[in-house]
C-alpha cells in the first residue's frame, strides 16, 4: 500500500513538471503572435516590460525552471491585457 501511495506521489510530481515544461512554449508563442498588434497599445515602459519578462521566460524554460518561466511568461501576458 505504501509502495503505490509513493509510486502515485512520484507520478504526480512528473506529470505537473511535464505539463508545466510543455505550456512556456505555447504561452512564449500566444506572446509573440499578439505583440505586433499590441505594440501600438502598450506604453513604451510596458512594452519593454513585455520584452524583458518574455525573454526571461525563455531563459527560465531552458534552463529547466518551468514553474518561473510560467510565472514570467503569465506577467508579460497580464500587462498585454491577454487574459
Do not use: W
Request: glycine residues 8%; hydrophobic residues 50%.
Amino acid at each position: 500500500m505504501l509502495k503505490r501511495l509513493i509510486l502515485a506521489g512520484v507520478a504526480s510530481v512528473f506529470i505537473i513538471t511535464t505539463a508545466q515544461a510543455g505550456s512556456c512554449p505555447l504561452q512564449m508563442a500566444k506572446i509573440d503572435a499578439a505583440l505586433p498588434s499590441k505594440m501600438d497599445g502598450l506604453s513604451a515602459s510596458n512594452l519593454a516590460k513585455v520584452k524583458a519578462l518574455r525573454a526571461k521566460g525563455e531563459a527560465k524554460h531552458k534552463a529547466g525552471d518551468h514553474g518561473a518561466s510560467v510565472a514570467a511568461l503569465n506577467k508579460a501576458i497580464k500587462i498585454m491585457g491577454l487574459y
